[in-house]
């Protein structure tokens, strides 16, 4: 297993397009908990539990 990674990561291509898809997943995952102001978060609570669509999502923010 460990020779197949150093093996990826010895090819430039891929070991820019992995190191670019953990930055990405890494700039989701903290931006993910950044709130946004002039949200309420009381009303985006039932947005995630699949009771109204995207424009009753819309129509909150």
Request: no cysteine; charged share 20%.
């Amino acid at each position: 297993m460990w020779e197949k990674a150093r093996v990826i990561f010895t090819i430039p291509e891929l070991r820019k397009k992995i190191l670019l898809t953990l930055g990405l997943l890494a700039i989701y995952r903290v931006g993910y908990h950044i709130t946004l102001p002039m949200v309420d978060q009381t009303k985006l609570g039932p947005q995630g539990a699949g009771q109204g669509g995207f424009a009753d999502l819309i129509n909150q923010v």
